[in-house]
């Protein structure tokens, strides 16, 4: 069995560092809207309406959270710690006031998930919404901004709640399920009626439970990452932890959809945007399943502990790399 790559063992990765990348990102996105803002003339089909004023408002609360996080890490000492002026605003602040370090250290942990829930929000209202005077933008856009807004918050959470043991496994993990929660949020943004060339109609509430079970599924996985070892999740099952296996069989679980989702390639067609061609819907699914892949190859190419656990990863991940092509060509 191949060895793992002695470079990739010795990577020590930076949370704090990737939390102020994080923060930097949610800045410059509230930049950008705020600075938008004053393109646009009005936001249809949310509630009553938004105008310039709103949209600016959501623009600068955006940048307002990145900032709260940028000061939270630095204030903590986890960034720019050596600086002498962090030291002394640090001894100030923490004299005799201990309490406030915790809260330093799980605010941005809330900041991420409020930014997580704003980004399933736009998310949500996206596929009536539409937004004049900026080209016309319509929901399928909107869809994709609240999903990856909600890709920023939930891997600033992630970041801050594994942070001690965010090693490259857990890293690589951690970002793909996240990415097919994301994509989740996005299939339930754009859930409208949708028609299959071969198959024929597809109602909206079908396309919402589409997404919302790829949510889950990733969830699922994600919670047994964080939990490893914990409680049952620790115990052996022919021997093999629970919580490992968990993981690895719930990523099967998506990448069958994602070869599912390749086998039934054709003509598609969804009222929140529009046509799709067959080759489209073919990259989609095989992109999703070779995205999960990826799970079960990083226990393989990336743990050098459990010579067991590899052992599983390299089973799961060559039956579906030799499953894929048979999904393709049905």
């Excluded at 704090?16 to 004053?38: H, K, N, Q, T």
């Excluded at 090693?167 to 409208?192: K, Q």
């Excluded at 743990?303 to 039956?319: G, H, I, M, Q, W």
Aim: charged residues 15%; aromatic residues 10%.
């Amino acid at each position: 069995m191949a060895k793992v790559p002695a470079f990739l063992s010795r990577i020590k990765l930076n949370s704090s560092l990737l939390s102020v990348v994080l923060a930097v990102v949610i800045m410059l996105e509230g930049v950008v809207i705020a600075a938008m803002a004053r393109q646009v003339d009005y936001v249809k089909n949310w509630g009553t309406g938004l105008y310039q004023s709103t949209v600016a408002l959501i623009g600068v609360q955006l940048l307002v959270l990145g900032i709260l996080v940028l000061l939270c890490v630095i204030v903590n000492g986890e960034f720019l710690g050596k600086m002498g002026v962090v030291s002394k605003v640090r001894s100030k602040l923490f004299r005799d006031r201990a309490w406030l370090f915790p809260v330093f250290t799980w605010a941005p942990v809330m900041i991420g998930v409020i930014v997580a829930i704003e980004g399933l929000v736009a998310a949500y209202y996206a596929s009536p919404m539409k937004v004049s005077g900026l080209g016309d933008i319509t929901g399928m856009w909107l869809a994709a901004f609240g999903a990856q807004l909600f890709f920023v918050g939930s891997a600033l959470t992630a970041v801050r709640l594994f942070d001690h043991r965010l090693d490259t496994p857990t890293l690589v993990r951690t970002t793909v399920l996240l990415l097919f929660v994301s994509f989740g949020v996005l299939i339930y943004g754009l859930a409208a009626k949708a028609s299959i060339t071969g198959i024929g109609g597809v109602k909206e509430g079908t396309v919402e439970l589409l997404g919302l079970q790829m949510e889950l599924v990733a969830l699922a996985a994600l919670v047994m990452i964080y939990l490893d070892g914990r409680s049952f999740l620790g115990r052996k099952l022919f021997g093999w932890k629970v919580g490992t296996m968990g993981v690895i069989g719930l990523s099967i679980v998506l990448a069958f959809e994602g070869m599912i989702v390749a086998s039934v390639a054709a003509p598609f067609s969804i009222a929140s945007i529009g046509g799709m061609m067959e080759r489209t819907m073919l990259l989609i699914g095989v992109g999703l399943a070779v995205l999960a892949m990826i799970v079960p190859a990083s226990y393989y190419f990336l743990e050098n502990k459990d010579k067991d656990v590899r052992k599983l990863a390299y089973a799961s991940t060559l039956f579906l790399f030799f499953m894929l092509p048979f999904s393709v060509l049905m």
